[in-house]
């Protein structure tokens, strides 16, 4: 929990080391430069550039993400589908991510030289993970003349269909080199897996089972899928790809969602938790009925609400209103859409960021802040219950062998491990094996009723509902199954909400800057027309 403390040691090395413009990927022999920085300041540092940049929490992709697939609100362009190049989550990003694999670069390059092979391996399955999102959301990216050291002032684009075969090679390529002998491992410079080197190789397979679900639509996958499984190898309970922060506020090395959204008092909080994902998880949802009936016990750890019995009054007129749950709608021009309520609104809570549990109490009329929370909730990217929700997700669909049934239910049961594990680290009850289990049952009443179409629609709602925190899974998910299904502002019967733009099926490429840099960069991409891929 406390590793991240590693980059914070290295904060003045990164700002002053390893900035990189985004279109010059430019290594010189300059001493300040990451040629001549350890291999362990390196990977510290590019895992924290990943996982930063695709997470949730300013700058990471999540942030947009998170208003896409309907689990957060917000007052900005992303609520009405007008992402532009300009979006400052899409420009840092983007700049992170390749100064985050130049780091890689130079790091497997070190590392090969003074066999410190298992350095070079963890590198290599950075990159593919890294290179993965990229293409998920921008498409086409520099990948062959970004994948070196040597400097290239004007990288090509490569088609995502040709980048995503040579990401199971570097992928291979890192399981082979963790095998090695070694001269040197990580160690708490690692800040996944600290050194442990099973784990690093069963998230790697994972990593590929996962790609090669992200592409079944238009390859059949279902040979090297099968052979994944059959080797026995792939994620175990407590193997979680994920990011531990701290709870220091000086330096603030707390999670980025809740440096966000926390540290703000009276005015100026930016995540409103969506009234369609709330009423989902009632089980009260007229749009989305799928779930209907049956509450998820989840929601006092998801967000806080900041109202309670004592304190009803909300900060202004407020838009959306569910007992102390005070929100506002994707895409509203209503009239109390502008009024702030920072101090009103509900809040994301314990889970995912390490806010406030929700015990029903509320706040004061100042609201929560920095100091009312730990803010160490982890940064999910890969955790269990996502691989086991894929795992079911390709039973499902035919591509691998399995129980879909039992693997959604284990999904499922994961899921709740690890808020259970959010609970016992922030202080708050556990929710019962009672609570899980009625749960989970009546899901799966739902799923031995379901056409095959239905059962993968429960799947990947119960994944969005999971993956609460790291929305550019769903994200991916929605543009991959079309599930869940998601909230459509002009058939809601609600007369102040309105969209009149398509679904963004990827993000724009940041602009100023590459595109203006460049030569060899692409046409700006048309959002709402143009598609990744691997999507049909």
Same mark, same amino acid.
């Given at each position: 929990?406390?590793?991240?403390?590693?980059?914070?040691?290295?904060?003045?090395?990164?700002?002053?080391?390893?900035?990189?413009?985004?279109?010059?990927?430019?290594?010189?022999?300059?001493?300040?430069?990451?040629?001549?920085?350890?291999?362990?300041?390196?990977?510290?540092?590019?895992?924290?550039?990943?996982?930063?940049?695709?997470?949730?929490?300013?700058?990471?992709?999540?942030?947009?993400?998170?208003?896409?697939?309907?689990?957060?609100?917000?007052?900005?362009?992303?609520?009405?589908?007008?992402?532009?190049?300009?979006?400052?989550?899409?420009?840092?990003?983007?700049?992170?991510?390749?100064?985050?694999?130049?780091?890689?670069?130079?790091?497997?390059?070190?590392?090969?030289?003074?066999?410190?092979?298992?350095?070079?391996?963890?590198?290599?399955?950075?990159?593919?993970?890294?290179?993965?999102?990229?293409?998920?959301?921008?498409?086409?990216?520099? *990948?062959?003349?970004?994948?070196?050291?040597?400097?290239?002032?004007?990288?090509?684009?490569?088609?995502?269909?040709?980048?995503?075969?040579?990401?199971?090679?570097?992928?291979?390529?890192?399981?082979?080199?963790?095998?090695?002998?070694?001269?040197?491992?990580?160690?708490?410079?690692?800040?996944?897996?600290?050194?442990?080197?099973?784990?690093?190789?069963?998230?790697?397979?994972?990593?590929?089972?996962?790609?090669?679900?992200?592409?079944?639509?238009?390859?059949?996958?279902?040979?090297?899928?099968?052979?994944?499984?059959?080797? +026995?190898?792939?994620?175990?309970?407590?193997?979680?790809?994920?990011?531990?922060?701290?709870?220091?506020?000086?330096?603030?090395?707390?999670?980025?969602?809740?440096?966000?959204?926390?540290?703000?008092?009276?005015?100026?909080?930016?995540?409103?938790?969506?009234?369609? *994902?709330?009423?989902?998880?009632?089980?009260?949802?007229?749009?989305?009925?799928?779930?209907?009936?049956?509450?998820?016990?989840?929601?006092?750890?998801?967000?806080?609400?900041?109202?309670?019995?004592?304190?009803?009054?909300?900060?202004?007129?407020?838009?959306?209103?569910?007992?102390?749950?005070?929100?506002?709608?994707?895409?509203?021009?209503?009239?109390?859409?502008?009024?702030?309520?920072?101090?009103?609104?509900?809040?994301?809570?314990?889970?995912?960021?390490?806010?406030?549990?929700?015990?029903?109490?509320?706040?004061?009329?100042?609201?929560?802040?920095?100091?009312?929370?730990?803010?160490?909730?982890?940064?999910?990217?890969?955790?269990?219950?996502?691989?086991? *929700?894929?795992?079911?997700?390709?039973?499902?669909?035919?591509?691998?062998?399995?129980?879909?049934?039992?693997?959604?239910?284990?999904?499922?049961?994961?899921?709740?491990?690890?808020?259970?594990?959010?609970?016992?680290?922030?202080?708050?009850?556990?929710?019962?094996?009672?609570?899980?289990?009625?749960?989970?049952?009546?899901?799966?009443?739902?799923?031995?009723?379901?056409?095959?179409?239905?059962?993968?629609?429960?799947?990947?709602?119960?994944?969005?509902?999971?993956?609460?925190?790291?929305?550019?899974?769903?994200?991916?998910?929605?543009?991959?199954?079309?599930?869940?299904?998601?909230? +459509?502002?002009?058939?809601?019967?609600?007369? *102040?909400?309105?969209?009149?733009?398509?679904?963004?099926?990827?993000?724009?490429?940041?602009?100023?800057?590459?595109?203006?840099?460049?030569?060899?960069?692409?046409?700006?991409?048309?959002?709402?027309?143009?598609?990744?891929?691997?999507?049909?």
């Amino acid at each position: 929990m406390n590793r991240i403390n590693h980059y914070i040691k290295y904060g003045v090395l990164t700002l002053a080391m390893l900035l990189l413009n985004a279109c010059n990927l430019d290594i010189n022999t300059d001493p300040n430069n990451p040629s001549a920085v350890s291999t362990a300041q390196l990977l510290t540092n590019a895992q924290l550039d990943i996982v930063n940049s695709i997470g949730s929490g300013s700058p990471g992709l999540s942030n947009p993400a998170g208003v896409f697939v309907h689990q957060v609100t917000q007052r900005s362009t992303n609520d009405q589908y007008a992402i532009t190049g300009q979006d400052f989550a899409g420009t840092q990003a983007w700049a992170n991510l390749y100064r985050a694999i130049q780091n890689l670069n130079v790091l497997s390059d070190q590392a090969t030289a003074s066999q410190q092979f298992t350095y070079a391996g963890v590198a290599q399955i950075m990159k593919a993970l890294a290179f993965s999102y990229m293409v998920d959301v921008w498409g086409d990216v520099p *990948f062959t003349e970004a994948s070196t050291a040597a400097k290239i002032q004007f990288p090509k684009f490569d088609k995502g269909q040709d980048i995503y075969p040579q990401l199971f090679t570097l992928i291979d390529e890192g399981i082979a080199n963790l095998a090695k002998t070694s001269a040197l491992s990580p160690r708490t410079d690692d800040l996944i897996y600290a050194g442990n080197l099973v784990r690093w190789r069963q998230f790697a397979k994972s990593l590929k089972l996962k790609l090669y679900n992200q592409i079944r639509l238009v390859q059949n996958v279902s040979a090297p899928v099968n052979a994944l499984i059959a080797e +026995d190898d792939l994620m175990k309970a407590g193997g979680n790809f994920s990011l531990n922060y701290g709870t220091s506020s000086a330096p603030d090395n707390r999670h980025p969602a809740f440096r966000e959204d926390y540290n703000i008092t009276t005015t100026g909080r930016d995540n409103y938790i969506s009234p369609y *994902f709330h009423e989902i998880l009632l089980g009260t949802s007229t749009l989305n009925p799928i779930l209907t009936g049956i509450q998820d016990p989840r929601i006092p750890y998801y967000y806080f609400n900041q109202l309670s019995a004592a304190r009803p009054n909300a900060q202004n007129a407020v838009e959306y209103r569910n007992g102390n749950f005070v929100s506002i709608y994707f895409s509203s021009q209503g009239p109390n859409q502008g009024f702030d309520q920072s101090s009103s609104i509900a809040i994301i809570g314990l889970y995912y960021c390490g806010g406030r549990f929700d015990d029903g109490n509320g706040v004061s009329a100042a609201g929560v802040s920095g100091a009312s929370a730990r803010g160490d909730g982890p940064q999910r990217i890969l955790p269990y219950h996502s691989h086991l *929700f894929t795992r079911a997700e390709l039973a499902q669909t035919g591509v691998s062998t399995g129980n879909a049934k039992q693997l959604f239910s284990d999904a499922i049961n994961a899921a709740f491990a690890e808020v259970n594990a959010s609970a016992a680290r922030g202080g708050a009850p556990a929710i019962t094996a009672a609570a899980i289990k009625e749960y989970v049952d009546a899901v799966l009443v739902k799923y031995d009723a379901a056409s095959d179409s239905g059962k993968l629609e429960l799947i990947m709602t119960e994944k969005w509902i999971s993956n609460f925190g790291f929305a550019l899974e769903s994200y991916n998910d929605i543009r991959r199954t079309g599930f869940p299904k998601i909230y +459509d502002p002009n058939t809601d019967g609600i007369p *102040f909400t309105n969209v009149n733009r398509g679904y963004p099926q990827s993000y724009p490429y940041p602009t100023p800057g590459e595109l203006q840099l460049n030569p060899n960069a692409p046409p700006q991409r048309v959002v709402a027309n143009d598609k990744v891929f691997w999507q049909k």
